[in-house]
C-alpha cells in the first residue's frame, strides 16, 4: 500500500471549517483513500473513503485532487467533540483489509 | 448493537504472568482483527481472521503471542509470559466483508494493559 504524509498537528477556531491534507504521491491507480480518527483514549473510527470522486456524508467531505496525489478531509464546521488524531491512509480495498495507520495528524479544535 | 466488545478495559500484572484478553465482535461480521498501540509504534495491525480462521499474523510480534477465535462471536489474544515492554493498548476491530464495497472497520474500546 502507499506510504502516506500528514502535518503532525493543526489548529482549527470552533465553528470554522478544518482541513486536513494528506499526501500520497506514490498512489495506484486501485488504492483507495480513507480516513479514521481517533478521540483521545478511544479506538478509532471511520470517517469516510474515495478513490477518485470527491465524496461527502454526514461526517465529513474528501477532496481528491486530479492526479490522485493528495487529498484533504473537510469537516464543515468543527466542534471541540472533533478534538482527535486523523488518520490518511491508502489501501486496495476488496478483500485487502489490512490498514496501515502512520501517525495521523492532531487536529485541535478550540473554543 | 452493542458494537465491538473488549474485557478487561484495564490490566495490571506482572511480569512472566499469562495475559488474556477477550473480544467479542459485531454480530454477523466475518473479519475480526487485533491491534496494539504504543507511543513508540503507533498502531499495529497484529492478526487477522475471516471466518474464524487465521489469514494473516505476521504482525505478532513473537511466540509468547497467540490468538484465537473458537467461534464467529468471540476471539482471545493470549501473551505468555508478559514482558513489560508489551505495555500497550489492545485494540480489537470487525468488518462485515461484502464483494465490491469498502467495508469500514468498527473499532473496540480497547484493553489497557500494564505489564510491571
Known amino acids: 500500500d502507499a506510504k502516506t504524509t500528514q502535518p503532525p498537528s493543526m489548529d482549527c477556531a470552533e465553528g470554522r471549517a478544518a482541513n486536513l491534507p494528506c499526501n500520497h504521491s506514490?498512489?495506484?491507480?486501485?488504492?483507495?483513500v480513507y480516513w479514521y480518527r481517533q478521540i483521545h483514549s478511544q479506538g478509532p473510527q471511520y470517517i469516510i473513503h474515495?478513490?477518485?470522486n470527491n465524496e461527502t456524508n454526514e461526517m465529513a467531505s474528501l477532496i481528491i485532487t486530479e492526479d490522485r496525489k493528495s487529498s484533504t478531509l473537510i469537516l464543515p464546521h468543527a466542534t471541540l467533540r472533533d478534538t482527535a488524531v486523523y488518520y490518511c491512509?491508502?489501501?486496495?480495498?476488496?478483500?485487502?483489509?489490512?490498514?496501515?495507520f502512520g501517525k495521523g495528524t492532531l487536529l485541535t479544535v478550540n473554543p | 448493537d452493542a458494537g465491538v466488545i473488549q474485557s478487561p478495559r484495564h490490566e495490571v500484572t506482572e511480569m512472566g504472568q499469562e495475559v488474556t484478553l477477550r473480544c467479542k465482535p459485531i454480530?454477523?461480521?466475518?473479519?475480526l482483527f487485533w491491534y496494539r498501540q504504543t507511543m513508540m509504534r503507533g498502531l499495529e495491525l497484529l492478526i487477522y481472521?475471516?471466518?474464524?480462521?487465521?489469514?494473516?499474523d505476521s504482525g505478532m510480534p513473537e511466540d509468547r503471542f497467540s490468538a484465537k477465535m473458537p467461534n464467529a462471536s468471540f476471539s482471545t489474544l493470549k501473551i505468555q509470559p508478559s514482558e513489560p515492554r508489551d505495555s500497550a493498548v489492545y485494540f480489537c476491530?470487525?468488518?462485515?466483508?461484502?464483494?465490491?464495497?469498502?467495508?469500514?472497520?468498527?473499532f473496540g474500546p480497547g484493553t489497557r494493559l500494564t505489564v510491571l
Open positions: 491512509i491508502v489501501n486496495s480495498g476488496g478483500s485487502n483489509y489490512k490498514l496501515t
Open positions: 476491530a470487525s468488518i462485515f466483508s461484502s464483494r465490491g464495497r469498502i467495508s469500514e472497520q468498527f
Open positions: 474515495g478513490l477518485k
Open positions: 506514490t498512489i495506484s491507480g486501485n488504492e483507495y
Open positions: 454480530s454477523g461480521h466475518d473479519y
Open positions: 481472521f475471516n471466518n474464524n480462521v487465521p489469514i494473516d
